[in-house]
Structure formats: structure tokens, C-alpha cells
């Protein structure tokens, strides 16, 4: 029998608040419909919250399986990002978040910037974010594509070697298609800075 309750658990990091329909699958899985769930820090500060129609939670390994989530990532009382993708697992007393499948991140300023990526990695202890597989950045001036990428709490993207990047023009085209090595994306001045291995080149370019 379904039944709707909410839980409030204090943990060694974080503080996690939960109000999900519950359905009894045996004694290790729980299948969770409507999953609604806030994580805190032990301050009372909210991390992240998770939204997702279809998950179930294994007792054994005290992890969440979720399809198709939405996940808000706050700076503060602030939304600073958005991200949704196919599948998703949360683990680690709630501390490791891995996204699979179609990972879409969205920043919240006017003209957004979009980052996908095949996989998410998060540790929340580690304030980054590793993005891995067909990484592909847009925004109104341009277009970064890598392998792999790391976000910073800094609000800088790093872009693995190799980089191909897209300067696009007043019209929202393509201008011209440069490929480099590890690339530099700066969230917050919108400037991208890039260099070679052996550090003999180095450029940034700012829009």
C-alpha cells in the first residue's frame, strides 16, 4: 500500500529533507513515485534539490536511483544552475550525484549559457563538477566542444585537449572555427583564454 510520508535525516554532511509516495518493492529496494528531496548542509543551508517521477532507493547501498531528474543547484537562497538528464544516482550518505544520459546544465543569467555532456560527477565535498563524453558548450557568442570538461566553483570551465571551438557573429552564425588545447571559459567576465602544452602560446578573447 502506497503511503506519503516526510523525513527529515541529519547525517555526518548533510541534512536531507524528503517527501516522496513510497511503494514497498521487498526489503532492499523501494520504488519512489514523485520524488521531492532537498539536501542541506549541516548549517541549515540548502545544496541541491532533486525532482524526479520515477526512482527507488536501495537500503544495502543507501542509493537513490532516479530517471529523468531535474536537479537545482543553489548558491546561497539563488538557483545557480539547473540540470536535467536521462538517469541519475546518488550515493554516498548523499554526497556523490552522478548523471547519465543527455546531461543538460543551464546557467540562470538572461543569456543562458548550456552545457551538455554525456555524464555528470559530483562530489559535493569537492565543489566541482566533471563533465565527460561529447561536451558541447553554447551561448550567444560562441560554441566549445571537448571530451571532457571540469566546472569550478569559480565559475570557470575547463575544456580537456583536444578543443574545437566556434567564434559566432552579430547574427548568431558561425564566423570562423579554431582547434586548440585546454580552453578556459570564464562564466562571469564571458571570456574564453586558452593555451598550448608547452605554454608558448597563450590567448584570451573576450566578448
Partial sequence: MSNI???IIFLP???LGCAPNVIEENKVTQRIDSLDMNIFSKKGEKIYSIISPKSSYNKSELKFELKKPNINIFNGEEKKYIISSEESTLSDNNKLLRLKGNVKLKTLKNDEDILFADNFIWNIEDNNYLLEGNIRF????IIINSGKAKLSSDNIIEFFNPVKYIIKDENNKNRY??????????????SLSFKSKDKRVRSI???
Fill in 5 to 7: 510520508y516526510r523525513v
Fill in 13 to 15: 554532511f548533510v541534512m
Fill in 138 to 141: 553554447e551561448n550567444k557568442n
Fill in 177 to 190: 572555427e579554431i582547434n586548440s588545447e585546454n580552453a578556459y571559459y570564464n562564466l562571469k567576465t564571458e
Fill in 205 to 207: 578573447i573576450n566578448f
